[in-house]
């Protein structure tokens, strides 16, 4: 898998500009987008998944591309194959986690009654160990089932990429670890190709196969760990 991006835009908010000028390109499983908050990373982000339109550039996966200002390219949200696990997990309070996950097949809601019946379903309850917890809301669950609970629906639709806009700061100190190490053995055993922006050194230690530092809206080193 490839990600290859080159974008510029211009954010404007009373008399505060923020130029982000970005440009990367790497064949790594794991890519790690690392820098202060408001240095551009989520923007970044949100390009890819298409919740942001850059002014000008290009964004291109695995050689398709996504978004061509010249050529007048912007592939829809739905149809990029870019799965999106926000900070804050999004999860669907009145949904049952079976229900929140069926949510994220191509089809959508296509039957909530009986999620569970689903094949995908069950291969990502079963994967994420989340079967005695099916029935249950997300208020009922603990941080780190949450964060399974929203992996497993952005995985569901099986995407291309899975971009992940800090994964662990909803978490408390004690779950990160735990969850950053389950994290890399699940990017392993389902080879998910995955890219996660983060300001936390031990992110970048655990899950960086390549590191690209954001400083200001543009990238300002490239490092392997």
Known sequence: MSVELQIQKKLQAGD???DLDIAFASDSDRIVLYGPSGSGKSLTLKAIAGLMTPDAGHIRLDGRTLFDAAQQVNVRVQERNVAYLFQDYALFPHLTVAQNI????????????RPTSHPAVQKWLSAFE????????????SGGQ??????????VSEPDILLLDEPFSALDLSLRERMRKELAELQQRLDVHMLLITHDPADVEALGDEVFEVRDGRISAQRTP
């Open 16 to 18: 505060r500009v923020f």
């Open 102 to 113: 069926a949510f994220g097949l191509s089809r959508g809601c296509f039957n909530l009654r």
């Open 130 to 141: 989340l079967q005695a917890v099916a029935g249950s809301h997300p208020a009922q669950i």
């Open 146 to 155: 949450r964060q399974r609970v929203a992996l497993a629906r952005a995985l």
